[in-house]
């Protein structure tokens, strides 16, 4: 059975561009998480999704930031403008229940 | 008083031994725990859940939970190198939706 993909597995891009991260749950899972750990600090929540819809995104750092999940499969993470403070590496997870399965991140380094 | 908190170590121990991870937790987490193990540039792998007060087992590894003094941990028996890794502890958060509070991480090096 595939786990949790993510796209890409490294990113630079600079100060003002967009990037756009991609998780593959792993197959019937409908709960798909979004995580972040920036430099020196704990993984922190982003937002759960439950199918297509989101459950809880309390925490989404601003409005740079857009999450979706179109038919309840495969979410997209976008940044846009990307700022210095957005470089972290950036976990997706997902569950049927409660224990959640992690992919490999996305490291975002922005210069 | 942070949600979950663990010593970021490092821990050392020798081949063999027993090493014992350690993490507390405050009133804002529910009652269902996590432990992951986290190499180096790899996704976090759980190996653990507790839910239930008390040991759990599951081969070297047996994770603990006391909820009268309210911390978890995780003994690992016959450590092996291959056992170095950062440890991380997790708990759902009380306000339901499943959402996990991480600690920051015990690393443990396990040497020959």
């Known amino acids: 059975e595939a786990g949790v993909t993510q796209f890409p597995s490294h990113s630079v891009i600079e100060k003002g561009q967009t990037v756009t991260l991609r998780c593959d749950p792993i197959?019937?899972?409908?709960?798909l998480y979004w995580y972040r750990r920036v430099m020196g600090k704990e993984i922190k929540f982003l937002l759960h999704?439950?199918?297509?819809?989101?459950?809880?995104e309390s925490g989404m750092p601003n409005n740079r930031f857009l999450a979706e999940r179109t038919g309840g499969t495969y979410s997209t993470l976008k940044v846009q403008p990307a700022e210095l403070e957005d470089s972290g590496v950036y976990f997706c997870?997902?569950?049927?229940?409660?224990?959640?399965?992690f992919g490999q991140g996305t490291r975002l380094t922005v210069v | 008083q942070k949600e979950v908190e663990q010593n970021s170590g490092p821990l050392s121990v020798p081949e063999g031994a027993i090493a014992s991870l350690n993490c507390t937790y405050s009133?804002?987490?529910?009652?269902?725990f996590f432990w992951y193990r986290q190499y180096s540039g790899k996704s976090p792998e759980l190996i653990m859940s507790?839910?239930?007060?008390g040991d759990k087992e599951d081969g070297r590894f047996t994770a603990q939970l006391n909820k009268a003094s309210q911390y978890v941990s995780l003994l690992i028996r016959d450590s092996q190198p291959s056992d170095s890794a950062t440890y991380l502890c997790?708990?759902?958060?009380?306000?339901?939706?499943?959402?996990?509070?991480f600690g920051a991480g015990t690393r443990l090096a396990v040497h020959p």
């Open positions: 009133d804002r987490v529910s009652q269902s």
């Open positions: 997870a997902s569950s049927q229940v409660t224990e959640a399965f």
């Open positions: 507790i839910y239930s007060n």
């Open positions: 999704f439950v199918k297509e819809s989101k459950q809880d």
């Open positions: 197959s019937g899972h409908d709960n």
């Open positions: 997790a708990a759902i958060n009380s306000g339901g939706y499943n959402k996990l509070i």
